[in-house]
């Protein structure tokens, strides 16, 4: 089980930290994901851990703006996202997913358990 959590309403320039907290032990041999859903929008990739934190990946339009990390230990990921605009503005889904490809890592196919989401908003 996921619970995202962290999101919040925040000017344009501010920043958030998201969190997402697994139950259970398998958390450090999955690979972790946080997508993210505006209105009336498809769900898109933000970024990716893999599951010993060794490599991460990110969409274009938030390369040098976010950072994803995870704490094994703790069975938590987090998100922070730095330099926000109003086109960051959706519900942030974190996911989970065993041995995903790298072909198949920004696929929402690829990750099989979610989180409920939490919305961030962000005004300008």
């Known amino acids: 089980q996921l619970q995202a959590s962290g999101g919040g309403l925040v000017q344009a320039g501010g920043s958030l930290r998201l969190s997402c907290a697994a139950s259970?032990?398998?958390?450090?041999?999955?690979?972790m994901a946080w997508f993210r859903q505006a209105p009336g929008k498809e769900r898109e990739f933000v970024a990716a851990?893999?599951?010993?934190?060794?490599?991460?990946y990110y969409t274009d339009p938030v390369k040098g703006r976010f950072i994803i990390s995870r704490d094994n230990a703790k069975n938590r990921a987090d998100l922070q996202m730095n330099s926000l605009r109003p086109e960051d503005t959706a519900v942030y889904y974190c996911a989970v997913g065993s041995g995903i490809i790298l072909s198949a890592l920004r696929s929402t196919d690829a990750y099989p358990y979610w989180g409920q989401g939490t919305l961030v908003t962000v005004s300008s």
């Open positions: 259970g032990d398998t958390f450090s041999r999955l690979d």
């Open positions: 851990i893999r599951r010993f934190g060794g490599h991460t």
